[in-house]
């Protein structure tokens, strides 16, 4: 890839995946802020038109607490008082798609990306519509070169519905792949860096040590196959959504699985299984479990979270005192591609309802918003409070020795809470070598492009969805089928075949239909 590869056009490729979860929610009612009073202590009614309604969606390590240093800070600098909303993480597929669906919703939804089905129907509100009412938001954009990501963004009627939340100043491609680096060295092994490279040590691995599963895997097969697919120029797992490429080359749109590239990429992922180099528990392998192996030196090389590395070689010790795990240059795959999936300036999104530009805490919300932005914010929700959470060491914020749970104990770091974050965090906290592979990333551009945003009409979308739900099923379970062996590749043509049965020439032709109108 060039240079010119940063300039992201952010869209359905990614945006589907993220957003299969938003369609999928559930059951919450009777959350958004109108204007309601409350009783202060005097017993007196005091409008409410400062209180901002949010529904986040905690996880099981780090349960919402109103006494977040995060939420009083927040509460404080941007002069609002928060009514929040905590949901389970494990519930958010059953619990939101009801508040959307009655319209009752919070002023602020976080970790929610916007789908065209809501957004263009009305549901949503346009957040490109206000900028100019979020000046420390256009600040942060601008000084970080993030506009053309938010252009991207914008939908067939020409505005973006979401504010990126978790953003980063620069891109950092935090899932990577890595390796035991010492077992290489001490069997005299390259570092890999292609993916032949990877499957050649792979497979040496296991000739060395027969009991261990040299390549595995946690999160299923979507997983490591989004990443592995990288490397082949398309998507598969997490990055397929509707299985939709756009072809920048020939500047029109694709179903994926049926073209020579994904059958490359097919080609690839079988025989790294058939070899043994691939865990055979790499599709269902709890995330516990998966840990527990590598420390154990059962396994040597994983797609993962780079930030890992440091945990792995601290808990690996145990077991074996040169143990050292790092993160590898991304292997090059078909064409100076890289095996990767996208990592882009933002992890997760917000969304807000477009009734509440109707509502009395309107301008609570934006101003709670722009805070957010604000560099000022990004320290706070980033390192909490210099003191009590972090203190200055040579001129650099360091969390203090008594700040462990950073995101439990105080809401620091937080997907719900944290919109922008500072990039001094990945200074403080992982070793240099990783940090090496995130500039190196960033530099050489080896992050691969998802799609343009998403040309459809609203009525577009829902006849893709309807068209697409069944294709995706039987594209996945075909994939696993290649890999296992069960599906012979000999059956490449009849699997096409099927997906045009099924309706991928139909999703070819309304995607360029729509682009065409752009």
């Not at 010492?182 to 499957?199: A, I, Q, S, W």
């Not at 196959?225 to 749109?253: H, R, S, V």
């Not at 709670?368 to 203190?391: H, K, N, P, R």
Request: proline share 4%.
């Amino acid at each position: 890839m060039k240079s010119d590869g940063l300039e992201i056009k952010m869209n359905k490729r990614i945006v589907s995946i993220i957003c299969a979860a938003v369609l999928a929610m559930g059951t919450i009612g009777g959350c958004g802020t109108k204007s309601k009073e409350r009783e202060n202590e005097s017993g007196n009614k005091e409008s409410s038109n400062n209180e901002v309604s949010m529904m986040i969606f905690e996880g099981a390590n780090a349960p919402f607490s109103e006494d977040w240093l995060a939420v009083k800070m927040i509460e404080e600098n941007a002069d609002v008082k928060l009514n929040v909303q905590s949901i389970p993480s494990s519930d958010q597929a059953t619990k939101t798609q009801a508040v959307f669906n009655s319209g009752d919703i919070p002023d602020i939804v976080t970790k929610t990306f916007p789908t065209a089905s809501y957004a263009l129907s009305g549901l949503l509100l346009p957040i490109s519509d206000y900028v100019d009412k979020l000046p420390n938001y256009q600040k942060y954009l601008k000084e970080n070169n993030l506009e053309k990501y938010m252009e991207n963004q914008r939908m067939a009627d020409g505005k973006y519905y979401m504010l990126p939340a978790k953003a980063k100043d620069v891109i950092i491609q935090d899932h990577q792949w890595i390796i035991r680096k010492d077992v290489l060295d001490k069997n005299n092994l390259p570092m890999p860096t292609t993916l032949e490279e990877l499957l050649d040590v792979a497979v040496k691995l296991k000739e060395i040590y027969p009991n261990s599963t040299p390549i595995s895997n946690r999160f299923n097969t979507a997983n490591i196959m989004a990443g592995i697919a990288g490397g082949f120029n398309t998507i598969a797992g997490w990055t397929l959504g509707d299985g939709m490429f756009y072809d920048e080359k020939q500047d029109n749109w694709v179903f994926a699985p049926t073209t020579d590239n994904w059958k490359q990429f097919v080609t690839y992922a079988r025989e790294l299984y058939a070899s043994g180099a691939l865990d055979p528990e790499f599709s269902t392998q709890d995330s516990a479990v998966f840990e527990q192996r590598i420390a154990k030196g059962e396994v040597f090389i994983a797609y993962d979270w780079a930030a890992n590395c440091k945990k792995f070689n601290q808990e690996g010790a145990a077991f074996d005192e040169d143990f050292h795990m790092v993160a590898m240059t991304p292997p090059e795959g078909l064409e100076g591609e890289y095996a990767l999936q996208w990592n882009g300036p933002w992890e997760q999104a917000w969304v807000l309802p477009a009734t509440v530009a109707e509502q009395d805490n309107f301008d609570a919300v934006l101003r709670m918003i722009d805070w957010l932005y604000s560099d000022e914010a990004m320290v706070a929700m980033t390192f909490g409070e210099e003191g009590t959470t972090y203190e200055i060491v040579d001129g650099k914020k360091k969390f203090l020795d008594e700040t462990v749970k950073y995101d439990a104990d105080y809401g620091l770091f937080e997907n719900n809470l944290c919109v922008r974050l500072d990039t001094e965090y990945y200074n403080s906290t992982l070793p240099q070598e990783v940090l090496d592979v995130y500039e190196t990333c960033a530099e050489n551009d080896y992050v691969p492009k998802p799609n343009p945003a998403s040309p459809l009409t609203v009525e577009e979308v829902d006849e893709v969805s309807v068209m697409s739900s069944t294709l995706v099923d039987y594209v996945n379970s075909s994939l696993e089928g290649f890999i296992f062996g069960t599906m012979p590749l000999e059956n490449w043509d009849t699997f096409v075949k099927e997906c045009e049965s099924k309706g991928s020439k139909q999703l070819e032709e309304l995607y360029n239909e729509a682009w065409a109108r752009k």
